[in-house]
């Protein structure tokens, strides 16, 4: 469950901190204090979009961090401890949205992508917000709401990828198909290019080894002219060489050993290096007997350089890719060479692929029907304590046309209702009263989530549009429904307030200059006071008051 909930630098939040507690907990406020900011607030901590727009006004950034109990969560622990996120039964999630847009999310210190912490908070918590029922005459959302409602969103997620397969499949099979045309002329083509590159044969690191060699064979008169001085200085010279002078030097220490040892590293040294001196000066001899002064040569690997440009800049590539490209055409000319074999595989694996995702999807088409029947009679009870009895709520799961297969599988899904008795069922999305469709929205949400594991639920003013006795139905509900989770609701209906566990009221203050948004939890005497205000508006009587304080009083029997 929710535990701990900080805002910081949020719209007009400054900063702003709540604790939450088990069962049933409700957001209360004058219209504009922020309320629903603290909703907002929850779905960017907990990986929805965000941009810099909400950073408030001259702070660099807006932080968000909550806390989660998820010791009775074994899905969230498991895949916490998958990521290695884990960090015994506490969860905190932190999300830093700057001001130029940019944002940053950790689980348990840790950063990570968005998208993992959006994964994570879809186990952690439930949000209905309060324009649910302007989109649920959607039928993805329908859709949606009935594959939830009965556990179906994972064979949904295989079925999805099943569609991808084929799809993907048929697409290449019919790419291949189109270029039958072409393929003849391509052929004969690559088959060109190919013998042209094979008459080349140009290997490996060739070229590099060629542009080397050539400019040795540009310089060699001049290397042979360097090498032939060097060797003179070294070893050579009549007159005086390095070999010689060494040589000398060390001769006349040796003699001078017998006084002082100390010069006997000396001598060494100059061993060493006279024998340095000789090995160079062999290697200059071998360098020099290797020294090609055939004119001839050069002119074979100029004319062999030219040929492999010539042919690079036909196919627009880097001479040394030569050999690479020879073997990426090759490849090409035999699958195509090969294509009407290749063309019976894809059609089979093709035909494999449809047969997989027609299964997957006749299966959830099954299940969607069992779980419409359930839906619909919970939904239709449920009507009925919200002041529509004798309402009716159906779902019509259709087949798709033949050639009309989605991703999602081969049904239509559509929510019908009659909100009164003796009206027959229409789309839910031509209901015309507002408050019918809240209600019906309520109802919906509800039950939808008795099949969840999800153990907080959000609601963010869903029973807006309901007042009298209705309102103390949707209270009682949402009282049921804390029976075994943690809610929250934001609400401006005193008969849903009185029937909370906890009371948060949310107000906003200025100084003229500045404005910022507060959180304060109630105790009895405050929710008296919160609960008049709700009820009697601006002026508030001793007789609200009474009628506020007997409205708490008789709360633990109504939600009983």
Known sequence: MLVNLQVRDFAIVDRIEVEFEPGMTVLTGETGAGKSILVDALGLVLGERGGGKLVRSGAKRAEFSAEFDVSALPLAKAWLEEQSLDEDDQCLLRRVINADGRSRAFVNGNAVPVQQLKTLGEMLIDIHGQHFHQSLGHRSVQRDLLDHYGGLLGLREQTERAFMHWKTLLERLETLRNADADRASRVDLLTFQLHELESLDAGPGEYAELRSEAQRLANRGRLAEGVAAALEGLSESDAANVAGMLAAAKRLLQGLVEFDHELAAVAELLDSAGIQVAEASDSLRRYGDSIDMDPGRQDLVEQRLDSMQTIARKHRVEADGLPELRARLGAELDELTHAEERGRELEQEVRHAEDGYRELATELSRLRKAAAGKFESS????????????????IAVEPLAEGAERSGGLDEIEFLISANPGQPVMPLSRVASGGELSRMSLSIQVIASDGSTIPTMVFDEVDSGVGG????????????????????????????????????????????????????????????????????????????????????????????
Do not use: N
């Not at 939904?379 to 159906?394: I, N, Q, R, W, Y």
């Open 379 to 394: 939904v239709s009870e449920a009507m009925a304590g919200l002041g529509m009895p004798g309402g009716k709520f159906e």
């Open 469 to 560: 006795g209705v309102a103390e139905m949707v209270g009682r509900r949402l009282a049921e429904v804390a029976g075994d989770r943690q809610v929250l609701c934001v609400t401006h209906l005193p008969q849903v307030a009185s029937l909370a566990d906890h009371h948060i009221r949310i107000s906003k203050v200025t100084d003229g200059k500045a404005t910022r948004t507060g959180a304060h939890v109630l105790d009895q005497e405050e929710r008296v006071d919160e609960l008049a205000r709700m009820l009697g508006g601006v002026e508030i009587t001793a007789k609200t008051r009474e009628h506020a304080a007997e409205m708490l009083a008789g709360a633990p029997q109504k939600r009983a």
